[in-house]
């Protein structure tokens, strides 16, 4: 089994950043995929980021260019740094490891507004 706890939500105002943390533990597969992903009230589950073990990433387009994803393979650690966060970021952002199956972590609440 495999654990993961994310951390760094909050509120913060429009223009502000936020730092994610996800941190994996148990019986981890590697390589594997770590993600961030999304959901707003009212709305689906959607991919922000992704990060492969050996650190090539994606982005959705809608953060491309605000958030950067990052890891650390030692601490089993995936990070998302946000940026220019603007009131439609709001959402839970949720962690996910993908090795052999998925895992998937409670998630964090980031609200955005003055």
């Known amino acids: 089994q495999v654990q993961l706890v994310e951390s760094g939500g909050g509120l913060v105002q429009p223009g502000g950043s936020l730092r994610l943390s996800c941190v994996a533990s148990g019986s981890i597969f590697r390589p594997n995929v770590m993600s961030w992903y999304r959901q707003a009230p009212g709305k689906q589950r959607e991919s922000v980021a992704a990060?492969?073990?050996?650190?090539?990433?994606s982005y959705a387009d809608s953060v491309k260019g605000r958030f950067t994803i990052s890891r650390d393979n030692v601490k089993n650690t995936v990070y998302l740094q946000m940026n220019s966060l603007q009131p439609e970021d709001t959402a839970v952002y949720y962690c996910?490891?993908?090795?052999?199956?998925?895992?998937w972590g409670q998630g964090t609440q980031v609200t955005v507004s003055s």
């Open positions: 996910k490891l993908s090795g052999r199956v998925d895992y």
């Open positions: 990060m492969t073990y050996y650190g090539s990433t």
